[in-house]
């Protein structure tokens, strides 16, 4: 009985993540990078697209569609981190800092897929 349990969680995961892939979504590992500024927008955090390889500089992260079972108390410290690998897909949207006008990456996040593995977060400041 545990093996067919087992077997149904896994089919689950794999179709929900066959989903996100279909729905343009991808795998990201987003965390504080280390860097500092003085004047926003400030690149201090980044994603690895896990998929390409590809490492975004100064993205932010939305929140907001994750569902509330992956919203752990603790997730911003995870995420500030980058102990969790994300999925969802990567948006330009336009903000005004100090009166100028910026095009900025955000990671929009649809749900948790697992922890990151130490090689992914190579990107973060505090691996």
């Known amino acids: ?3 067919v349990t087992k077997f149904l969680l896994t089919a689950g995961f794999c179709v929900a993540t066959a989903q996100a892939f ?3 979504q991808g795998s990201y590992v987003f965390c504080d990078n280390g860097l500092r500024c003085v004047a926003a927008p400030c690149p201090s955090n980044s994603a690895l697209d896990l998929a390409t390889g590809k ?3 100064g993205v932010s992260i939305d929140i907001d569609r994750l569902p509330q079972q992956d919203k752990a108390l603790d997730l911003s410290d995870k995420l500030y981190a980058g102990k969790v690998v994300v999925v969802g897909s990567i948006e330009n ?3 005004t800092f100090n009166g100028k006008r910026y095009t900025l990456p955000w990671l929009v996040a649809t749900s ?3 922890a990151a593995k130490d090689s992914e977060r190579g990107h ?3 691996r």
Do not use: P, Q, V, Y
Request: net charge positive.
């Open 124 to 126: 973060c400041s505090s």
């Open 112 to 114: 948790i897929e697992r």
């Open 1 to 3: 009985m545990a093996h």
């Open 55 to 57: 490492l975004i500089k």
């Open 22 to 24: 279909a729905n343009g």
């Open 93 to 95: 949207r336009t903000r």
